[in-house]
T-cell receptor
């Protein structure tokens, strides 16, 4: 079975600062994918970034980067230059031989 | 390109009534997923389809829940009879792959059973 653990229920960050959201995972699948989604207060689920387990380089998408440490089974999301619009719930998810399994999420609040 | 389209956006109904949630996936996506989101249980996968065929419905909570995908562009999730504990946000998502491509979510249906 696959499992995602997000240990930070809530976080605060100052506008324009960088922030790291933690995600650890557990899986027995030899090949898997790691995803981050954003859910603003309006409720929609927005895909942010993907990392494959065999990808050599950490994934980046604009201000988002995924700090993938396979030996530690961690896939932390780094948001650079935080903006007020980044305030939202953030979910880490893993897939492999089964579809996505989501963590409980981290609520990020960006302060002006 | 149009994203995943869900309807209705909000549904309020009385206990015992039948509820039908609808989903139109992104054209060309072979996989369709139904999720339920609650504060207590987070995001749960209910069922998923591949090429219109149900693959895994182990997440469907009870026989009161059923899902169909009659063609590649339409799926329904039905609850009959509905109960207050079914109140949640229900998401539909589609993808070109089961696990190695991102799933694209609809805006969700906020269901309230009185």
């Amino acid at each position: 079975a696959q499992k995602i653990t997000q240990t930070q229920p809530g976080m605060f960050v100052q506008e324009k600062e960088a922030v790291t959201l933690d995600c650890t995972y557990d899986t027995s699948d030899p090949s898997y994918g790691l995803f981050w989604y954003k859910q603003p207060s309006s409720g929609e689920m927005i895909f942010l970034i993907y990392q494959g387990s065999y990808d050599q380089q950490n994934a980046t998408e604009g201000r988002y980067s995924l700090n993938f440490q396979k030996a530690r089974k961690s896939a932390n999301l780094v948001i650079s230059a935080s903006q007020l619009g980044d305030s939202a719930m953030y979910f880490c998810a893993i897939s492999g031989n089964t579809p996505l399994v989501f963590g409980k999420g981290t609520r990020l609040s960006v302060i002006a | 390109d149009a994203g995943v389209i869900q309807s209705p956006r909000h549904e309020v109904t009385e206990m015992g009534q039948e509820v039908t949630l609808r989903c139109k996936p992104i054209s060309g996506h072979d996989y369709l997923f139904w999720y339920r989101q609650t504060m207590m249980r987070g995001l749960e996968l209910l069922i998923y389809f591949n090429n219109n065929v149900p693959i895994d419905d182990s997440g469907m909570p009870e026989d009161r829940f059923s899902a169909k995908m009659p063609n590649a562009s339409f799926s329904t999730l039905k609850i009959q009879p509905s109960e207050p504990r079914d109140s949640a946000v229900y998401f539909c998502a589609s993808s070109s792959d089961r696990g190695y491509q991102p799933q694209h979510f609809g805006d969700g249906t906020r269901l309230s059973i009185l």
